[in-house]
Nanobody
């Protein structure tokens, strides 16, 4: 089992909701910057959101703004992604990622900024 464990994926109908969790309690380092990425079948990985250590700054992809909310429980070292008004195009595998240094971008959630990754959890949204 890895040090970042994502859970909460499943199948849901369009406009439904899901909450994803990522347990980082066994992460080797102090997780300063945490993120969610997703990958649809036959597509590249897309940065969804990332959040600073304090939770004070969150960066959203345009495609999820207003529908997805990232948050973190600092004491428990758990990252969440609350997804509302889901669309079929939100389907894919969702990965949590961590960095043991401050978030490097305030604009984009970029793969190269996160050295450590969880195994992913699948989300399927049907129309």
């Amino acid at each position: 089992q890895g040090t970042l464990v994502a859970s909460g994926g499943g199948s849901v109908q369009a406009v439904g909701s899901l909450r994803l969790s990522c347990n980082a309690s066994k992460y080797t380092y102090i997780a300063i910057c945490l993120a969610w990425f997703r990958q649809a079948p036959d597509q590249g990985r897309e940065g969804v959101e990332h959040i600073t250590e304090s939770g004070g700054i969150r960066v959203y992809a345009d495609s999820v703004e207003g529908r997805f909310t990232i948050s973190r429980d600092v004491a428990q070292n758990i990252l969440y992604l609350d997804m509302m008004n889901l669309k079929p195009e939100d389907s894919g595998k969702y990965y949590c990622a961590a960095a043991h240094y401050p978030c490097r971008s305030t604009v984009h959630t970029r793969e190269q900024d996160f050295p450590d990754w969880g195994q992913g959890t699948s989300v399927t949204v049907s129309s």
